[in-house]
């Protein structure tokens, strides 16, 4: 029987050794995180599909028109609403306004051929029950959509954007919204995240949460409860009435 952590269950394998009639267990060589919940909730950007080249673009011709520090956006941008990203890094202007003009800019970028998903993404995402994942976005959703759509990924049953609520991330709303739309207890969910803002909003609403490592690194994800490479890493199985996922750590 697998011991358990919390609400975490840990498979170990073991070395044993055989003296005269007895078995005898003498050190665990792996350890194997095998994690059971109701519900994945995926952040898009970094998680499921890298956007970064377009997003970077328009953040830094919207930096060099208003004499603003791009290396500030890049610090801070990931997982945040671009308004709340605004008031951060120039707290002079109107974060509604110039958030409204950066999401316009975006959105009409046809230039998708920089965008691409994450290694075994599209597989993963075909084969979970469609009443039991959602994605949650800071990204415009008119842009998050036509991605999904440009890399042939499956529109989620829930879909979740920073327009679609009064505060995103870090705040615990979005994950909240999510769950509630899927029928699903927070706590009986799992938050796949990619920077700190979304860790810390899946942490505020209540849900465990693995950190991939594809936009940050570790120490700036240390929050998340487990941490991994990529999405690649997971593998889940749809077992009765809950989702088994196994991390190759």
Not at 26 to 48: E, H, K, R
């Amino acid at each position: 029987m697998s011991p358990t952590c919390g609400r975490f269950s840990i498979v170990l394998s073991f070395i044993v050794v055989r003296a005269s009639s007895t078995y005898k267990v003498i050190t665990p060589i792996s350890t194997v995180p095998l994690l059971n919940c109701n519900a994945l909730l995926f952040d898009l950007d970094g998680v499921l599909v890298d956007s970064n080249p377009v997003y970077e673009t328009h953040w830094l011709i919207w930096a060099q028109e208003r004499d603003v520090s791009y290396q500030h956006i890049l610090e801070v941008h990931h997982g945040r609403p671009v308004s709340d990203t605004i008031r951060v890094v120039a707290p002079h202007l109107d974060p509604i306004t110039e958030a409204e003009a950066y999401r316009q800019s975006v959105i009409a970028d046809n230039h998708l051929e920089r965008v691409r998903s994450f290694p075994g993404v599209s597989t993963m995402l075909k084969e979970l029950p469609p009443d039991r994942w959602a994605i949650v976005t800071s990204a415009p959703r008119a842009f998050a959509l036509k991605t999904l759509h440009y890399l042939d990924l499956p529109m989620p049953k829930v879909f979740v954007s920073s327009e679609d609520i009064g505060v995103g991330k870090p705040a615990p709303y979005p994950y909240l919204r999510a769950a509630w739309g899927l029928n699903q207890s927070i706590e009986d969910c799992i938050v796949v995240e990619d920077a700190p803002a979304g860790i810390q909003s899946a942490k505020a609403a209540g849900a465990r949460i693995i950190a991939v490592q594809t936009t940050n690194s570790p120490d700036v994800l240390h929050e998340a409860d487990f941490l991994v490479n990529e999405v690649s890493d997971l593998t889940i199985v749809f077992s009765g009435s809950n989702l088994k996922v196994t991390l190759d750590l």
